[in-house]
């Protein structure tokens, strides 16, 4: 059964605007969040995280929300810049961080100039 | 040099054959892990080490072994490749206790044919 939920597989958002991806999850004992970007033939690499403590967490352009009531985390992109574009994956643990993470199947978001 | 090294970068092989797949690390980190990536699945984890003397299955570990043979070294072989097995394999690192998740290779695109 599939912990980690991202149900859009793909995302298509103009230059300059928000990009908004989505993730779900099901295991109430995660406690940590992260988001990965992955461009082709690459691999992934960490872009932001939040501790189950917080709601929110913003780095520059990137902000990540968590609403624990509801399971569901979201990544905001703005404004979006078409460097942007590769596949985001959505991550969790329920060990701090550190241990086994469980991924989401990930979102292709492309940013059209 | 990267962080995390993996080799080879792409290998076509046999149905039946054996084959290793190698990974190397600078990063000084205790845990290592494998993961495969298929279109629409994600990533999965296939075995995880936290040191040297210490190696766990993952969710998909069935057909594939490891081998840590050093702190920096984690290697996965496929004993007898089968077609299913055609993925990207990625390596990854984590740091006890490190909030920025794991630091992956480049990946190896395995074919089996």
């Known amino acids: 059964d599939q912990q980690v939920k991202q149900n859009s597989p793909s995302l298509s958002v103009q230059e300059g605007r928000i990009s908004i991806l989505n993730c779900d999850y099901t295991?109430?004992?995660?406690?940590?969040f992260l988001w990965y970007k992955k461009y082709p033939a690459e691999g992934p690499t960490f872009l932001i995280s939040?501790?189950?403590?917080?709601d929110k967490n913003e780095d520059g352009r990137f902000t990540v929300f968590l609403n624990k009531s509801a399971k569901h985390l979201s990544l905001h992109i703005v404004p979006s810049q078409p460097g942007d574009s590769a596949v985001y994956f959505c991550?969790?643990?329920?060990?701090?961080?550190?241990?086994?993470?469980?991924f989401g199947k990930g979102t292709k978001l492309t940013v059209n100039p | 040099d990267a962080d995390v090294t993996q080799t080879p970068r792409n290998r076509i092989t046999k149905t039946g054959k054996r084959i290793m797949l190698e990974c190397s690390q600078t990063?000084?980190?205790?845990?290592m892990y494998w993961y495969r990536q298929d279109p629409g699945l994600g990533l999965r984890l296939i075995y995880y080490?936290?040191?040297?003397?210490?190696?766990n299955k993952g969710e998909i570990s069935d057909g594939y072994s490891v081998s840590r043979q050093a702190q920096a070294k984690f290697s996965l072989s496929l004993e007898s490749a089968i077609p299913n097995q055609t993925a990207l394999y990625f390596c990854?690192?984590?740091?006890?206790?490190?909030?920025?998740?794991?630091?992956f290779g480049s990946g190896t695109r395995l074919t089996v044919v």
């Open positions: 990854a690192t984590s740091d006890l206790g490190g909030l920025g998740g794991y630091t």
């Open positions: 295991n109430s004992m995660f406690d940590y």
């Open positions: 939040i501790s189950s403590i917080k």
């Open positions: 991550a969790a643990s329920d060990k701090g961080g550190s241990e086994k993470l469980v």
């Open positions: 990063k000084g980190h205790d845990r």
């Open positions: 080490s936290f040191d040297v003397k210490d190696i």
